[in-house]
């Protein structure tokens, strides 16, 4: 569906993009998982044909990015763009006019992008009235209403509470049930691990690492990351350099690499003499494989 290859992009001085390769396939879910920076609002705007790469080849179901492609892309970008004191509806017709709809085919289009976000019954509601998450969701039936084959959703759950959250994550699955390609951003690395069919990994302007989760887990050499406190850090980062433990550090908390899975006893077993704190195991999950691969 898209296919990006060797795209470069420069602001003066500074390289955004250094040759980027990506390629989402049809009727998946695509992570592009970044920090701010990264390049992904770069690459999103030049997607859009809002602006000009410096050189590479962009196509969008086989055809190159031009403004002719514009059509097929839907975009829910971070910041909703709603007017506020227009319904649901009067917004959806608004945006679906940009598009080229009009008459009997534009209303159709309105009626079946709020029932495909489940906000058939708030038609005629003013959109201030609605709560963040209907905003949201509102803020994704203007991407629909064009029929897009391609869906590029930035950010659809900063700043939701979790019910909100759960019910974006419900709609994004139905849209991909029905055959819709999406491209997804996002800072969640939960959001990512729950939908994505594939992620890729980008920084300073380039993927460098792409897969399911499960391949990209192979970038983590564990089975499980276990979580140990005590008093004296570095007895324990020795006693597991002896054993041929890994240790990183997340978020302070000093973590080991296992190789394989172990019984409780047995982690103890492999710190005997050494008084813990406390204990704590977790498989291996995105945020453990994206700090690795960033920081490689």
């Known amino acids: 569906m898209l296919r990006i290859e060797n795209l470069t992009k420069s602001y003066g001085s500074r390289l955004v993009l250094q040759g980027l390769n990506l390629h989402v396939r049809v009727g998946e879910i695509y992570g592009l998982l970044g920090s701010n920076g990264a390049g992904k609002t770069t ?63 534009l209303q159709q289009q309105v009626v079946l ?62 849209l991909q049930r029905q055959g819709i390609t999406i491209l ?39 089975e499980e990351i276990v979580t140990l406190k005590a008093a004296d850090e570095k007895v324990l980062i020795d006693r597991a350099n002896e054993l041929g433990f890994v240790h990183r550090y997340y978020s302070d908390d000093l973590s080991f690499w296992m190789p394989k899975h172990l019984e409780l006893a047995e982690i103890i077993s492999c710190f005997e003499g050494i008084p813990l704190d406390s204990i704590s195991r977790q498989p291996v999950r995105l945020e453990h494989i994206y700090l690795e691969v960033t920081k490689e």
């Not at 809002?50 to 892309?73: E, F, W």
């Not at 897009?148 to 139905?174: M, N, S, V």
């Open 43 to 105: 690459t999103i705007n030049i997607l859009c044909n809002l602006l000009n790469a410096d050189s590479g080849t962009i196509a969008i179901n086989n055809q190159p990015v031009s403004k002719a492609t514009r059509s097929l892309i839907g975009i829910a970008p971070q910041e909703n763009l709603l007017y506020k004191s227009l319904s649901c509806a009067e917004n959806l017709r608004f945006y679906g006019k940009i598009y080229g709809l009009k008459g009997k085919h």
């Open 184 to 222: 997804l951003t996002t800072h969640l690395l939960d959001e990512a691990e729950r939908l994505c069919q594939r992620i890729g990994i980008l920084k300073n302007g380039n993927i460098l690492a792409e897969g399911t989760l499960e391949a990209l887990k192979t970038r983590v050499k564990a």
């Open 113 to 174: 992008s709020l029932e495909a976000v489940n906000l058939g019954q708030r038609a005629n509601s003013v959109v201030e009235t609605l709560s963040g998450g209907m905003q949201r969701r509102l803020n994704i039936a203007v991407a629909l209403v064009h029929q897009p084959k391609l869906i590029i959703l930035d950010e659809p759950t900063t700043g939701l509470d979790i019910e909100a959250r759960y019910e974006i994550w419900d709609l994004i699955r139905r």
